[in-house]
């Protein structure tokens, strides 16, 4: 099932084989086809949990974990940009209780710091998915054992400039930002020692900062570092008068823009009261750890890590049996509270709908699954997963004994008025339209949707996502979906395609961008 390859190392197309790309559900996610019409109950592979990109300390363990569907079942395999996967270092593991693939490496060191590629091929098509591994080496010097070590090769111990190392960007913004009584646990976090040598370079590149950041604020103070809120939500805030006040704003998370808006209740808000900006990240879970940047028109502005505690089940879910037609109820307890956690049934991601009750309690500790209404069908293993934790039990569906009897329920969910909805799925009032651009100018593309509940807006060109791509400064305020482009060149050309989903139905409009001077 698993495979260790380069991750160049791609076949040709067979002879008669066609590339057809598809979308995923999952962000980030390239699904290529190769058949023009799938036979009836085949499909491509895809992934349900992709793999997240991770920064570490050197010396500690990671695991890159995903979630593989496909019929029939793909095999996966492992790759790295650069250089091969080493069998001796890493683990490549399937877990078929969780039916987690993954790629486990128990001791990270500076030279596995890679982007690494998870494939899943089947005889009709294939899914890749990549996820980046940042280490943060310890220290100003490497020792000479350390480097043969890692290199096999021998080291100068006089070169004094080849021994030296730059810390990692990452130390010197958590530096810029932090109040002077964090210093020292960042830099024991680090492994710095010369305290008074970073100082010295600290102040430099504080004044390196200022002057950068005083063309775009006049005022900036109160600083606060992010924080999990009792209510599962994280929160950091800043105060600041742009020169400008029609200047970007923009959200990094570890590198990458990521889409924010004025509605607090999306995953990523801000709400601005007079001078002060306050940045919130909603229903906290595993994959929101990470360093955050604010910058405006490019200019950096704040950075503050955030680390989650290590969640664990103190209770983890136990085997149920069910009689068909009656309602199965696994319940877990984790050490720390949170909004909610991953659910899965069969390999698959559970959702809240119809089949499946998701439910946890006012203090975010205890969190349920509810299988309503039991067939046959629903036998299987069912999986709760936080973090890289997670436990999995059994659903044993016995035979109805009373098969004309009525159907037998836990009374578990509240009842719903229906007297007066207001949901409605998401429509286009203004579509895209289409735009001629001269290189080198800026285009700005725009679009306007409805629905409620508030559908969740994703940006492709030529079907590949353009949500996490930090060419594109993409907004979406009280459902006024924009993208801007700040310097067209050719390579932008293209159709491009702007999906509204909600859980009440999809909707998509398109359009071509053309540049002057080219014929695409």
Known sequence: MFKIRKAKDEE??????????KRSKVPGVMITQYVEELPEGMTTPDFTRKPISITIQEGKPIIFKAVIIGKPTPTVTWARNNGEINEERCQIIHDKSSGEYQLKMP?????????YKCYARNEYGKAVVTATLNVIEVGFKKSRAMQESRTGKNVDIDAKEDTKTEIDNKFWELLMSADKRDYESICAQYGVTDFRGMLKKLNEKKIEREHQQEKVVERLCNLKPIELKSDGDAEFELEMTMRDPTSKIFLFKDGVMIPFDADTDIKHGLKQVGKKFVFSINGVDAEDAGLYQVEVDGVKIFSTDFKLPPVD??????????????????????????????????????????????LVSEDMLIHSLVVKDCVPLDKGIYAAVTGMASCSAWLIVEADKDPKGKKKTFSLNLPVSKDCSFEMPPAFSVPLKKHNSPESYECYMSCAVTGNPRPHVTWYKNNVSLNTNTNYYITNTCGVCSMVILK?????????????????????????????????
């Open 488 to 520: 067209v060149d050719s390579k932008d050309c293209g159709e491009y395609t702007v999906m509204a989903e909600n859980p009440l139905g999809r909707v998509e409009c398109s359009s071509k961008l053309v540049v002057k001077g080219n014929n695409i």
């Open 107 to 115: 001791d990270v060191c500076v030279d596995l710091a890679d982007t």
């Open 12 to 21: 040709p197309t067979a002879p008669g084989q066609v590339k057809i790309k």
């Open 313 to 358: 089940f103190l209770v983890k879910i136990q085997d149920v049996k069910a009689e068909e037609r009656e309602d199965a109820v696994f319940e877990c307890v984790i050490s720390h509270p949170l909004k909610k956690i991953t659910w899965m049934g069969k390999n698959v991601t559970l959702e809240q709908g119809e089949k499946y009750d998701i």
